[in-house]
């Protein structure tokens, strides 16, 4: 899961960040998983 987590923010970051709000991004995943969360934080 996490490793899914990590691909989608490093697409993310190379491809489209500027089209997403990190702190939306954040949110999220604040949100859906609190554990991965702490993890990126």
């Known amino acids: ?3 899914k987590m990590t691909n989608i ?3 993310l970051k190379h491809s ?3 089209e ?4 939306y991004i954040k ?3 604040q949100e859906k998983n609190q554990e991965f969360f ?3 934080k």
């Open 1 to 3: 899961m996490k490793d």
């Open 9 to 11: 923010i490093m697409n």
């Open 16 to 18: 489209s960040y500027k």
């Open 20 to 23: 997403y709000s990190w702190g």
């Open 27 to 29: 949110k999220i995943f």
């Open 38 to 40: 702490n993890v990126i």
